[in-house]
T-cell receptor
Framework: AQTVTQSQPEMSVQEAETVTLSCTYD???????LFWYKQPPSRQMILVIR????KQQNATENRFSVNFQKAAKSFSLKISDSQLGDAAMYFC????????????WGAGTKLIIKP | ETGVTQTPRHLVMGMTNKKSLKCEQH?????MYWYKQSAKKPLELMFV???????ENNSVPSRFSPECPNSSHLFLHLHTLQPEDSALYLC?????????????FGQGTRLTVV
């Protein structure tokens, strides 16, 4: 069975600096998708970025980018120029292309932004 | 906001009560989900409906009963809950079943069972 591990329960970063959140996963499949979702306090969870396992190029969305290492089964999220609005819980998730709706989630990392 | 609305936002209920959680999506999606979110634990998928048919039921106790009367509405009926059922219950929707599909979430209902 697939698993997703986020080893950092909490991270903090100074405003305007860069932070990297870690995510590792375990799977025997070759094709799948990986996601980072953000859940701000008392607000809805939203998608930050996604990556298809077959694409070697790392996904980028503005200040958010990933470092996808397929062989190492690692999928870290880098946030550049951190802003106060980035403070949230960040969840890493995995979905097999065969899954039928099932997302496998990590336990989350709480990101604190220091002004 | 994401186009997915959940009511109520907060609910306190006794173990003998019956209550319902409501979710409505305005996105025209054809799949809807219930998740349970407990502190410091991964999200747990409870139920999935696709085109108003239940397609996933992840060994959820029968004290949780879902209902999907149409593609825009999803309910979770609760009865004789236990204190360990206290959690944030999230509703989500998506379009289609492709693996890359983004899920859109509601703000959740914070449930406390006393």
């Amino acid at each position: 069975a697939q698993t997703v591990t986020q080893s950092q329960p909490e991270m903090s970063v100074q405003e305007a600096e860069t932070v990297t959140l870690s995510c590792t996963y375990d799977t025997s499949e070759s094709d799948y998708y990986l996601f980072w979702y953000k859940q701000p306090p008392s607000r809805q969870m939203i998608l930050v970025i996604r990556q298809e396992a077959y694409k070697q190029q790392n996904a980028t969305e503005n200040r958010f980018s990933v470092n996808f290492q397929k062989a190492a089964k690692s999928f870290s999220l880098k946030i550049s120029d951190s802003q106060l609005g980035d403070a949230a819980m960040y969840f890493c998730a995995y979905r097999s292309t065969d899954s039928n709706y099932q997302l496998i989630w990590g336990a989350g990392t709480k990101l604190i932004i220091k002004p | 906001e994401t186009g997915v609305t959940q009511t109520p936002r907060h609910l306190v209920m006794g173990m003998t009560n019956k209550k319902s959680l409501k979710c409505e999506q305005h996105l025209g999606h054809n799949a809807m989900y219930w998740y349970k979110q407990s502190a410091k634990k991964p999200l747990e998928l409870m139920f999935v409906y696709s085109l108003e048919e239940r397609v996933e039921n992840n060994s959820v106790p029968s004290r949780f009963s879902p209902e999907c009367p149409n593609s825009s509405h999803l309910f979770l009926h609760l009865h004789t809950l236990q204190p360990e059922d206290s959690a944030l219950y999230l509703c989500a929707s998506s379009q289609g079943e492709a693996a890359y599909t983004e899920a859109f979430f509601g703000q959740g209902t914070r449930l406390t069972v006393v």
